[in-house]
Nanobody, 121 residues
Framework: QVHLVESGGGLVQAGGSLTLSCTAS????????LGWYRQTPGKERELVAT???????NYADSVKGRFTISRSDTKNTVYLQMNSLKPEDTADYYC???????????????WGQGTLVTVSS
């Protein structure tokens, strides 16, 4: 299994910046991708950004050009640098790890506990 611990949420003014971190432990050698999702009350969790073992990145259109996902050299920590924050970026942000379900095959998802980001106008 993979266990995720997030940090870095908080309150920031519109236009400001914030960096989220997420450290994975456990079967980290089975991780194929790490990512960030966010959720607001009454809405479904949505993808923010992902990064694969091959460093291929994918971003939601709403954050392109403002957010940057990166990963440590050890590949067990993922970061989300958030710039030019807007009030609509306010949400609970969740770290995700997709990892292989060895030896059965397929993939599983692990989630962090979530960290709140609040952007004031």
């Amino acid at each position: 299994q993979v266990h995720l611990v997030e940090s870095g949420g908080g309150l920031v003014q519109a236009g400001g910046s914030l960096t989220l971190s997420c450290t994975a432990s456990g079967s980290i050698e089975r991780i194929v991708a790490l990512g960030w999702y966010r959720q607001t009350p009454g809405k479904e969790r949505e993808l923010v950004a992902t990064i694969t073992n091959g460093a291929w990145t994918n971003y939601a259109d709403s954050v392109k050009g403002r957010f940057t996902i990166s990963r440590s050299d050890t590949k067990n920590t993922v970061y989300l640098q958030m710039n030019s924050l807007k009030p609509e970026d306010t949400a609970d942000y969740y770290c995700n790890a997709r990892y292989s379900d060895y030896p059965r095959g397929g993939a599983l998802d692990a989630w962090g506990q979530g960290t709140l980001v609040t952007v004031s106008s």
